[in-house]
């Protein structure tokens, strides 16, 4: 219960950090963060948390992850489950706090900060694109996570590598698709949205999923001994 109880936790902040910098903060006038800010908010979630929580959970903060650690043998299948509802339900909860953040001043609630394809990309990239991207920045992601918590790696910098990761990742697809990576963070967003957002929503669970489970199954036999 401990553990699940920090996945929640995790997932919550993952969402308010990430989520929030980009509803709130990238185009505020003048000083508006940006691109950039955004992308570092969403790894500073990340590196914080890994700190923080991850002797207690793991910090996966994303059902992608979990599946795909528990493809490469890294994590028990009996926890996969409990792990996804607690991401997941933290992420719900984050979305609801910040809805009441962002709309506090009298602000609709805008794009939130949900992932989307076509009209709905901020640079209006394909759905094609879209999964691609995706599939690939999350099956990049699990490789970096799964090398950097190998026991043959240097230890205490696992969370620095994984954050900087996320960081990257940003940076390269917010323009796409908002960067999703994780179904749970396009959940609890498209839940506030709805319409497009929903409609659109499952390809930020199928994509992360599959490029995941790939890396799982990579990994494995990359650091193989054979």
Same mark, same amino acid.
């Given at each position: 219960?401990?553990?699940?109880?920090?996945?929640?936790?995790?997932?919550?902040?993952?969402?308010?950090?990430?989520?929030?910098?980009?509803?709130?903060?990238?185009?505020?006038?003048?000083?508006?963060?940006?691109?950039?800010?955004?992308?570092?908010?969403?790894?500073?979630?990340?590196?914080?948390?890994?700190?923080?929580?991850?002797?207690?959970?793991?910090?996966?903060?994303?059902?992608?992850?979990?599946?795909?650690?528990?493809?490469?043998?890294?994590?028990?299948?009996?926890?996969?489950?409990?792990?996804?509802?607690?991401?997941? !339900?933290?992420? *719900?909860?984050? %979305?609801?706090?910040?809805?009441?953040? +962002?709309?506090?001043? @009298?602000? $609709? /609630? =805008?794009?939130?900060?949900?992932?989307?394809?076509?009209?709905?990309?901020?640079?209006?990239?394909?759905?094609?694109?879209?999964?691609?991207?995706?599939?690939?920045?999350?099956?990049?992601? !699990?490789?970096? *996570?799964?090398? %950097?918590?190998?026991?043959?790696?240097? +230890?205490?910098?696992? @969370?620095? $590598? /994984? =954050?900087?990761?996320?960081?990257?990742?940003?940076?390269?697809?917010?323009?796409?698709?908002?960067?999703?990576?994780?179904?749970?963070?396009?959940?609890?967003?498209?839940?506030?949205?709805?319409?497009?957002?929903?409609?659109?929503?499952?390809?930020?669970?199928?994509?992360?999923?599959?490029?995941?489970?790939?890396? =799982?199954?990579?990994?494995?036999?990359?650091?193989?001994?054979?």
């Amino acid at each position: 219960m401990k553990r699940y109880l920090a996945e929640f936790i995790g997932t919550f902040w993952l969402v308010l950090g990430g989520c929030g910098s980009a509803a709130l903060s990238a185009a505020f006038p003048e000083v508006g963060i940006g691109l950039l800010g955004v992308s570092l908010a969403f790894g500073l979630t990340v590196l914080t948390i890994a700190y923080s929580l991850g002797h207690i959970s793991g910090a996966h903060l994303n059902p992608a992850v979990s599946v795909g650690l528990w493809i490469g043998k890294r994590f028990a299948g009996k926890d996969l489950i409990p792990y996804i509802i607690s991401q997941i !339900l933290g992420a *719900i909860a984050a %979305a609801a706090v910040l809805q009441l953040i +962002v709309t506090g001043n @009298g602000s $609709a /609630i =805008g794009g939130f900060a949900a992932n989307g394809y076509g009209e709905h990309s901020p640079g209006k990239y394909s759905m094609e694109t879209a999964l691609v991207t995706e599939f690939v920045m999350t099956f990049m992601f !699990l490789i970096v *996570i799964l090398g %950097a918590t190998d026991k043959k790696s240097s +230890v205490g910098f696992a @969370g620095l $590598a /994984i =954050g900087l990761a996320l960081t990257l990742i940003h940076l390269i697809s917010i323009p796409v698709t908002n960067t999703s990576v994780n179904p749970a963070r396009s959940i609890s967003q498209a839940l506030f949205v709805g319409d497009w957002a929903l409609a659109q929503l499952w390809l930020f669970i199928v994509a992360p999923i599959l490029g995941a489970a790939l890396a =799982g199954i990579v990994y494995t036999f990359i650091n193989s001994e054979d």
